[in-house]
């Protein structure tokens, strides 16, 4: 996808402005962050079984070239087809080959984030292939020609309200404003693409090692007849999406959907285990599996590596203060929210994404919520530091930083400066004690700042000590 | 029992009358209270901004300023936040440092974590006739578990209610330099905050970090509200919420 990271700035001011988004993304704070928070308590020992899944995960990723292949073994052994890519171009290329050997022209697809690295439905289409996406909310954000902006809630940045214009207008059908009445209406749009879909493509939630599975968690159907309908299907999936057994999927399945949507476990989970087998009623005829790199290995090389136990389900933007009002689209690629603000530099480059990880108060709400523990915050701290290692931060904002560990290094000169600031500020602050307007105008654009109340602790306290010592 | 006071920057320049009754709950506990006067900053601005070197600085500057105080208490979730959680990682580089810095990560305390948990105070002289409602400082929830303390010290107070607000553990959006680099973003967060605190109807909100206490007060004020009080947790407990002539 192409990386607007760099436009963070305009993009989140601009959607500051937008009353539809934050009412959106106020509906789906209420769900989610409530939704999560009632499922848990279903679990009497999740702080336990949060600790074992960030386990399971690092197990995992300390293990990735023996897992994946004996992903491998066992997929072929079942009639899979495995592939290697190591970058998002050859992702692309491989699909494409497979489509092309198999005389495919329609392409209907489940949600997959790899492919919007890839930009995989752009490519395909360039190459005359028609791509349907089937998932209620990728279809509706492709019907509007946009990118996701959550991960598990692809369209979450439009209201009913919108939805309801966008498919009025291109289904050519009477408005609907009722939502049952506006998903069955896609899903009549949709149901003749299933029928004549000659390939289907499919991300994956988890590999499984010991049976070669490919597995995904869906709530609508769609995932299921993509993968089961076409006669070629294609899954592709990142090397970090491995996991030794069907007990370890099924263990962080537990924290996987109550940490996304607050379910207990979500209406479809569809494991696909080889192509159609002579006495199977459904499946695909050729079933491939796609592995990708695109980056995934040196992030494992560095001290980013945690990031890698992500499981994609959401909830460190559902609770990130900056994301819940402004939304995904700012973050300008694929993966947005706390998750977004590491992976985004770890994938494209730290100098693609500057704002990205300074754009977070570190409340650690992210960290938090995490279902494996990953310390959202610290990671964004280290991208920080690379960045000032980096000379990437502006020339007056590291002559600050220098400025004030100089001066607070130095009692003398600190006591004296802030001595002086603390009379200015109070001066300035006047009889209501506050300053309407500082230097640089950041702090005061759409805050007073509380003057200070005229001297500095240190000599309130030092003339005490003194009043002290003659009595 | 002897207490060092890690003041911190912002209770220096600001409202240093925190400090001041910071000290008269901890001498009324029976604590001796030690101020070392070289003190300055903790080093967060820098850690959390990437100069991980000017960060460091600070920090072996306070461990080698409260090396001898048996406790020590701030004021502030962020700063006691700063050193029990982040020093080690911070001069990891410095493992010759390490007893030390174990040392201070395990007597640092924040001010109502350490009335309750380690003096189990059950008094306060302060008083207050009205309603206050509580915000959690993000880093004192959540680095620290600072939650039932300061509530349970407040309602100690005498004429004081409590009435918490809906969303008292959301981020008041200061995060720091991210307050000026994200102004906008900043700015919408805190006014959110803002609301949750005047619907609560209370007579002020007490809190128990500076940043976030600039960060709310600036906002509530420019919103026009002149009413609601923003008062730190130490002023209230310490009876000093109005400056000595």
Redesign the interface.
């Known amino acids: 996808m192409e990386i607007k990271s760099a436009q963070f700035k305009q993009a989140a001011s601009k959607n500051l402005d937008n009353p539809h988004l934050l009412r959106a993304l106020t509906n789906l704070r209420g769900r989610m962050v409530g939704g999560r928070a009632s499922s848990i308590l279903e679990l009497d020992n999740y702080e336990d079984i949060r600790e074992g899944a960030k386990q399971v995960r690092d197990f995992a990723l300390a293990h990735l070239d023996y897992l994946l292949e004996e992903f491998e073994r066992n997929a072929i052994s079942r009639g899979a087809q495995v592939h290697w890519a190591e970058t998002a171009q050859e992702v692309n290329q491989l699909v494409l080959d497979i489509a092309r050997r198999n005389q495919v022209r329609k392409i209907i697809k489940s949600k997959s984030m790899l492919g919007e690295e890839t930009d995989l439905n752009a490519f395909l289409q360039a190459a005359g292939i028609e791509v349907r996406e089937t998932d209620l909310g990728e279809y509706i954000i492709q019907e509007a020609g946009e990118t996701p902006s959550h991960l598990i809630a692809p369209a979450v940045h439009r209201t009913k309200e919108e939805i309801s214009e966008l498919f009025h207008i291109t289904h050519k059908l009477p408005r609907k404003t009722d939502i049952g009445e506006m998903t069955r209406e896609a899903r009549m749009i949709l149901r003749p693409h299933f029928l004549t879909a000659d390939m289907g493509i499919s991300g994956a939630n988890f590999l499984v090692a010991e049976t070669g599975t490919s597995m995904i968690v869906t709530n609508e159907g769609n995932g299921r007849m993509t993968t089961t309908m076409p006669r070629v299907h294609v899954a592709i999936a990142g090397i970090e999406k491995v996991l030794p057994t069907l007990e370890d999927v099924s263990f962080i399945l537990r924290l996987l959907t109550r940490s996304a949507t607050g379910q207990s476990i979500s209406n479809y989970l569809s494991f696909t285990t080889g192509p159609k087998a002579p006495n199977d009623k459904d499946g695909p005829e050729e079933f491939h599996i796609i592995i990708v790199d695109a980056g995934r290995t040196r992030v494992l090389a560095s001290d980013l590596r945690e990031a890698l136990r992500c499981i994609r389900c959401g909830a460190c933007m559902n609770h990130c203060p900056v994301y819940q009002n402004i939304g995904g689209h700012p973050y300008g690629w694929v993966y947005p929210g706390p998750i977004g603000a590491v992976l985004t530099p770890a994938y494209v480059g730290l100098e693609n994404a500057l704002d990205l990880p300074n754009a977070s108060t570190l409340c650690n709400q992210c960290g938090v919520v995490c279902p494996v523990k990953i310390p959202l915050p610290d990671l964004m701290r280290k991208l920080r530091e690379k960045q000032v290692e980096r000379g990437l931060r502006p020339w007056y904002e590291t002559a600050g930083l220098k400025a004030w560990s100089w001066a607070a290094s130095r009692p003398g000169v600190y006591a004296f400066a802030s001595r002086w600031g603390a009379r200015l500020g109070h001066l300035i602050g006047g009889r209501n004690g506050l300053i309407s307007r500082l230097p640089g105008g950041g702090w005061t654009r759409g805050r007073d700042m509380p003057a200070p109340h005229g001297s500095t602790f240190r000599d309130l306290y030092a003339s005490r000590a003194s009043k002290n010592k003659q009595q | 029992m002897q207490v060092g006071l890690f ?1 911190t ?1 912002l ?10 009754a910071a000290i008269k709950l901890l001498e009324d506990a029976g604590c001796e209270v030690i ?1 070392p ?5 903790c ?1 967060q ?11 460091q ?2 920090a072996r ?1 306070l461990l080698r300023e409260f090396a001898d105080c048996v406790y020590v208490v701030s004021p502030s979730g962020s700063c006691a936040g700063m050193i029990k959680a982040h020093y080690a ?1 911070l001069l990891a580089e410095f493992p010759e440092l390490k007893p030390e810095v174990d040392s201070l990560t395990a007597r640092t305390w924040e001010l109502t974590d350490f009335l309750i948990n380690v003096l189990k105070l059950k008094a306060v002289p302060g008083t207050f006739a009205g309603t206050v409602t509580y915000h959690d400082s ?2 004192g929830l ?2 620290l578990g600072v939650k039932s303390q300061p509530r349970a010290l407040l309602s100690c107070v005498q004429g004081l209610t409590i009435k918490e607000m809906a969303t008292p ?3 008041c ?20 905050k803002c609301s949750d605190i005047e619907q609560s109807a209370a007579d002020a909100v007490v809190l128990g970090d500076l940043g976030c ?3 709310i ?3 509530l ?2 919103r026009g509200d ?1 009413r609601t009080r ?1 008062l730190h947790v130490a002023e209230v407990l310490g009876g000093m919420t109005e ?1 000595q002539a």
Not at chain 2, 11 to 20: E, T
Not at chain 2, 37 to 41: A, E, K
């Open positions: 003041v920057c209770v220096d320049l600001f409202r240093p009358r925190i400090g001041l101020v006067t070289s003190q300055t900053c080093g601005p820098g850690y959390n901004s990437g100069d991980r070197k000017g960060a600085l600070l500057k990682e993000c880093s959540r680095e553990e959301q981020c959006g200061f995060g720091g330099t991210f307050s000026i680099k994200y102004e906008d973003i900043s700015t919408r967060i805190a006014d959110q206490m600039l960060n007060e600036g906002r004020r420019r002149t923003v400056d």
